[in-house]
């Protein structure tokens, strides 16, 4: 039986029994409890912050999913907002045998839609939705008042409906006449009614055909509209040099466009369109890589397999395609969406990475402030510890202890969070991450015992440090120091080496934490030496406040570390977050008009010579420029050598800048001096000396080039010479149109129809060169408003906005957090200092403004070091980042900020250490001097 009081046992009394004796305390006896309660808002904090970070950590898989999921739903609704999804057209021939029964042209084409829809993959089976199936005449020259109209003929079966109409009724079957209905604004232009009769005249026949008005109809916001301009309204053609003052569309029966099929002897041109109809799990399923390219394979094998379902083999062993009683062609899909499932995957991988960057952060900052809640938490049991400590506990006991206070705590902050991530996750996106957010709990856990032990095991009486010992001790710090700068380079290397690989990436988790105490670590060393600088500086000046504030800054600025690290990494979260949402944005903008190249442009110009023409008469249009290219083998005109393929880029460079001052395309055309001996001036990039001659053979044309200067970035990078050179990497020679005189137009591989002018109405653009043709050999009509406004809705911007918003507000959050329980757990040596200072007869004003200037350093410090690493974090990531892939364009998109949410977050750190101040100020005058100046407490 022992005599000794209780609490009074040795730390280790030998052996076994020994350590179980010492470990007593883990019991949850009453003392273990009231500490507890004692600890209950900071343990509360740690609960709500393992809460928190589990649910971030869990819930981070099926989050990124379902963003994954909008983005390409956005995508594929942006694909078929102004044409079909996919569209199978074919030409139909004229039926051997007249038709005497009833007329089911109609219904033979929606029999033969649904064939094409049956040859459909498992992969598309019921996300596959038939919208319409229309057939079409080639246009008919009718004379309504005093204008000569073209007018194209189409029969759908997603026409308006009765209810549409706001005169008369559909087209019937009329053996007699040809029946037509027209929009509102169509008779309104044309002077039209109900029951008005015309002649129809196909072609050069002399034929012609009675027709009469038998509705009009309100298109309103129905696609027809859209995929068919000319429906709606129709359009004047400018100069009328063919005869024809405007361009409209009717619709009429299928069994009209039958007889005017056969008196016209021409084909008709059936299309059958569908759209690609998604669900928000299928959405998430197809947005994965093996998702994509499931469904890519399925789009591809969809137009490889239709004609198999669509025709049928004959006896003589050829394929026998009809629709009902006409012979067709075999289907052609078009279809822009397995490109875009393609670019859509190589996208989201990269904003998976660069989304996942923030959210690590979020992590570390998260961690970080677990770290405060636990030194605070020390700091406050302190004594007693030593008391207990004193009296025989354990170290490890008492660690264990805290371990026993918040293992309850964590767990149900962990529970709180996996039940938030569990509710969160939407269904078909990948379950929550249980073991990751297992680990962060963990983790979180750890500290307060990990801390606890630390601060009351047995240390080595200090003694007073010789030259030697200080030594060893800065050799070991420094040590310390470069494995961590080491560690951060090599994490940078390796990301910068292989990329960014996805979310779980452990390199990619473990490079922002180390980037920040890489950066804290820098500003640790270098911001007391100008601190205690001014110091000295300002001891020599009236006054003692500004001094000593200096030097506490500059004594205490390792303490302050805590602090930095979580400054440092959410302001450089913020701002790398800001950089890289204002570089895309940006970026965007520029790739568009590379893509465009005016304010709108008319690609493949040389295929439909007619539109481009009509184009460049359309109303608004104040200048038009043409730019062309034409692929050229290099042969130097002295030597004979081959010096491989460039592409040759002329243009009117008088005209251009009339249309576009300032263009650095006609800037260095304009200034390039003349070429000798009737050869052509060209620049050029590096490669070929200035001064060298080349000759080439083009289409039957010699031309001899003699390089006169060369091309710089922003010449070669001008939004003029986008639509030519676009996803081209030959060497480019660019020359004024003026200096190829013998060289003729017609003998350019492509040209391209610059449009500029302020009004361009896009409607009218749209009906002269509608986006859905049959024909594929048809030029590309862009609009730099619809690219524009296409990039301002992108799913994948919106999704990494969405994330970078989500997690800088959330990091923000934990560092205001974690600054005020910083600010709480320094408050008391603060305190003292300014009671000292007040016993010598400093003033309020004075304490306070002592203490926003103690404070002051450190926050300039994290300000700098948070802007400088996110700044440089996309020249450190270098090839890892690759923001072209967002953006395209013709190269790298320049670094873009919006400093504002920066700006914004820092005036809230201000603001909140000015709140501190305050109110340990206006404490400090309530308590009396005795309260601060305790001898004992805590070492003092």
Known sequence: MSDRAPGTEPAFTGGLVGRLRALR??????????????????????????????????AAPPLMDRLAGRALLDRVAAVQANEPGLQFSSALEIPHAKRTGPVTFGRDLDDSGKHIMSAAPVVLTDRLVARSARVELPPVAATIGDESVSLGLLYANDAPRARSYTAGRAPGENR?????????????????????????????????????????????????????????????????????????????????????QRSGQVQLSATWNQQLDLTGAEAIRFSGAHGSAELQRGLYQYGQLVDDSFCRQGADGYQVCTVGAHGASPLTMSSQLPGMTGRFTTEWHRA????????????SVGLATC???????????????????????????????RAGQTAPVVLIGMLVGLAVAWSVAPSGASSPAYGTAAVVAALAWLVLPALTWNAVRDRAPRQPAEGRDRARAGARRITAEATVLLLAAAGVLALRTRGMQDATDPQLAAVPALLGLATVLLLVRCYPPPVLFLARWSARRRGAV????????????????????VLVITLGTAVFSSLVAGTIAEGRRTAADWHVGADASYAGAQAD????????????????????????????????????????????????GAAAPGSPASTALSRAPRAGHGAVPVLTGPGLPVGTTYTSTLRGWTLTFTVVGRLTDDAAHDQALGPVLEDRDNRVLLADAAALTGFRAKDQEEKTLLLYGSAIDADVLRGIAPRATVEDSAGELRIRSEAEARDRDDGVLVALSTAHTVCSLLAALLAFVALVLDLLL???????????????????????????????????AAAAGGVALGAALPALLGPALKLRDFTGGPAEPALHADYAPVALLGVGFAVLIAAAVAAETWLARRRGLGAVLRVGENGT
């Open 25 to 58: 305390c883990w019991r949850p006896d009453v003392l273990t409890i009231r500490e507890a309660r004692s600890d209950a808002v900071l343990l509360a904090c740690l609960a709500a912050l393992v809460a928190l970070l589990t649910a971030a950590a869990a």
């Open 176 to 260: 007699s006449r040809v029946e037509i209905a027209v929009s509102a604004r169509t008779a309104e232009v044309l002077g039209l009614r109900v029951g008005q009769r015309l002649t129809l005249r196909q072609g050069r026949l002399p034929v012609t055909t009675p027709a009469v008005v038998a509705g009009v109809f309100e298109l309103g916001a129905q696609r027809m509209g859209r995929e068919v301009p000319l429906l709606g309204a129709p359009l004047k053609v400018p100069g009328a040099t063919t005869g024809i003052d405007r361009q409209a569309a009717a619709l009429t029966s299928p069994g009209a466009l039958e007889r005017l």
């Open 352 to 363: 998976e990475a660069v989304i996942s960057f923030s959210l690590v952060s979020l992590i």
């Open 371 to 401: 770290v405060v809640t636990a030194l605070l938490a020390v700091r406050r049991r302190l004594d007693a510890h030593r008391l207990q400590r004193a009296r025989g506990a354990a170290a490890l006991g008492l660690a264990a202890t």
């Open 546 to 565: 500004p001094m000593i504030a200096l030097a506490r800054a500059a004594k205490d600025a390792p303490a302050r570390a805590l602090a930095l690290l």
């Open 609 to 656: 010579p007619e539109t481009a023409q009509k184009l460049s008469r359309a109303p608004g249009v104040r200048h038009r420029v043409t730019v062309s290219r034409t692929s050229a083998a290099l042969i130097g005109a002295d030597d004979g050598g081959n010096y491989g393929r460039a592409d040759l880029v002329s243009l009117d460079a008088s005209a251009l």
């Open 826 to 860: 320094s408050a008391p040596e603060r305190g003292r200092t300014a009671a000292k200072l007040r016993t010598l007869g400093l003033g309020t004003r004075a304490v306070g403004g002592l203490q926003i200037l103690q404070l002051l350093p450190m926050a300039l």
